[in-house]
């Protein structure tokens, strides 16, 4: 077989193979679900129920969301300029502690914490994105084995901490640390329902993400660079600086997941702070095709079917794990049904 | 000094070589993958699901031996998903790896659960004994350190010697690495770069599955949750590190294990009590990036690893 360019994809080929690959994706879940034993359809029905069915079940969504659209345009970013960034896990968990850090140990007002807070969050996390950047620019390091090291290192430095220094003392022996003050944590969006302010900053990111890529010099340079690096250098962009310049901001934007989960939901800094949103992050961005505003309703997506799979599992005999399965089939299905709007199939 | 005691015990030899072989093994698989031209980060899931698959088989009845067949196989059907995403289409090796990464591991997971709904602790099999060598493992502190391990650790080192063989002794082995340098050339030469890769992967794939089960079946007896913790990763470090060469690899997963047994052995020494326990846990992940910063200036990377090859385009 070889792949040939389609020169001018109808309408039915832009939306019907991403459409198609969705349903694959129903497709799969829908035969994990009769593996369990259940009925695929009643297991569908509990999970949507569950993801949207009640106005909890659709808060609880856009809160899953929240560190999702943040990881999610963390990997857009950085994909964009083809640096592959699969370290937004422990950038998330370097905002987390400096979040931490700072609300716990500094006792300032809540209108001052906050916002050093999360500029220490952003500052922290792209450091630590910085470190396998600067390896790649100076060295040829390749990046996505030592951002991904980096995940199990920041996992075991916080763990460290948790333990020893930033243990809490009323934590009956949990590794875990001691909670934000009451007004060092993001209100709620609207009084009495319970969706945080993280939601709301998250959605500003993507848009400010989007703006910076459409409409700055910045934003031209990170797409010639992931484009065509030798063309970049060519056309006089200092591809190292743009690199540096992304790596600040991907990891910065993995790093708000990181503070708006401890100070918008759980108030405190445990090891289970990220059940892998970092990685989430990747499928959610490459389920919005790296767009940033894409990214928000990916993560909606996303979220909405783990929630969906978790409150489905409750009721019926099927392990969560069903929602990672569809989630990684999703993914896949999706980047091949994209490479087909563009390419069709040929013998030969 | 402790740390000459250690290393004078035939016991830390023998487990510099316990820890090291699933290492090697999934090594190899990941650099057959590599010199035929296609990165496979789905090592980390597949090394997770042939952990999973392998302990799977001999606890639903059938042998050790039919079980390690099992988890290759496992991992072989992953590496052709992984194949035919990354070969013929030609799609995104990083995306499609990472992607492979999640759907392995999910899918032990779920098929775990599934099979095993309400257990609170891990049930065990009966894994691999170690085998004693006749002669030679009557020789006093080489004996015991090298020649009384499991089946599976044997194995490993063949594996290294075969790959080694195959690579650079065979016509087979040129052609893949040809495919992982010049696929025009092979094309040219009336092969098919499509079937060299996508099986190289294939095979990779099912060592890299042998070596996760060499986690539930030779090293433990029972299958855990995050088990493999980033030792897949570790692998694509130690092909780099040994430069695409089988032989520096097995080198660098001596190394690496060597270091590793020796981090075991210090926390437990009056020195270690002062030091967190989570430094030593670091030390195999920070040895890692150190060895891919080490040999950054000095690899020869195969030309034509990770891009696609499209017959008919230039």
Known sequence: ?348 | MEIFEILLSASFWAAVLRIASPLILATMGELICERAGVLNLGIEGIMVFGAFAGWMAVYAGLGLWPGVLVAFAAGAMFGLVHATLTVPFGLSQHVVGLGITLLATSSAYYAYRLALPQVTSPPRITPFQPLNIPVLSDIPFLGPALFSQTALTYLAFASVAVVALVLFRTPLGLALRAAGENPSAVEAQGLSVTALRMGAVMVGSGLMAVGGAFLTMSAFDSFFFEMVNGRGWICIALVVFGAWMPGKALLGALLFAAFDALQIRMQQTPMGAHVPYQVFLMVPYVLSILALVLMSRRAEVPAALMVPYNRGER
């Open chain 1, 1 to 348: 077989m070889r792949l040939e360019p389609v020169a001018d994809p109808g309408l039915v080929r832009l939306i019907g193979l991403p459409a198609l690959a969705l349903a694959g994706m129903v497709g799969v879940a829908s035969v994990l679900a009769m593996l369990a034993g259940a009925n695929p359809f009643a297991v569908l029905g509990l999970i949507v129920q569950g993801a949207a069915g009640s106005k909890f079940a659709a808060l609880e969504t856009l809160n899953r969301a929240t560190p999702l659209i943040f990881t999610g345009l963390a990997v857009a970013v950085a994909f964009r300029a083809k640096l592959w960034n699969i370290g937004a896990e422990a950038q998330l968990y370097a905002g987390a502690l400096m979040t931490v850090l700072i609300g716990t140990q500094l006792g300032l007002p809540g209108t001052l914490a906050l916002p050093l807070m999360a500029g220490a969050a952003i500052l922290t996390g792209g450091l630590v994105l910085l470190g396998p950047v600067l390896l790649k620019v100076r060295l040829g390091v390749d990046e996505v084995v030592t951002t991904l090291l980096f995940n199990f290192i920041m996992l075991l430095f916080v763990s460290m901490l948790l333990e020893g220094p930033l243990k809490d003392p009323m934590g009956m022996g949990w590794p875990k640390s001691e909670a934000l003050p009451r007004d060092a944590r993001l209100p709620r969006i609207v009084d009495g329902l319970r969706l945080h302010w993280g939601f709301g900053l998250a959605l500003i990111s993507a848009v400010l993400v989007w703006v910076i890529q459409v409409r700055t010099t910045l934003g031209y340079e990170i797409r010639a660079v992931g484009q065509n690096p030798q063309a970049a250098r060519f056309a006089g962009i200092p591809v190292g600086r743009v690199m540096v310049k992304t790596a600040l901001l991907s990891g910065g934007l993995a790093a708000m997941a990181g503070f708006s989960e401890v100070a918008g939901l759980k108030g405190s800094l445990t090891l289970d702070l990220s059940p892998g949103f970092g990685y989430t992050g990747i499928v959610v961005a490459m389920l919005a095709l790296l767009h940033p505003l894409g990214v928000v309703v990916s993560a909606i997506f996303v979220a909405g079917v783990f929630v969906g799979a978790n409150s489905m599992s409750r009721a019926a005999e099927v392990p969560t794990y069903i929602a990672d399965i569809s989630v990684a089939t999703a993914l896949l299905f999706m980047v091949l049904a994209i490479l087909l709007t563009r390419f069709r199939v040929v013998r030969g």
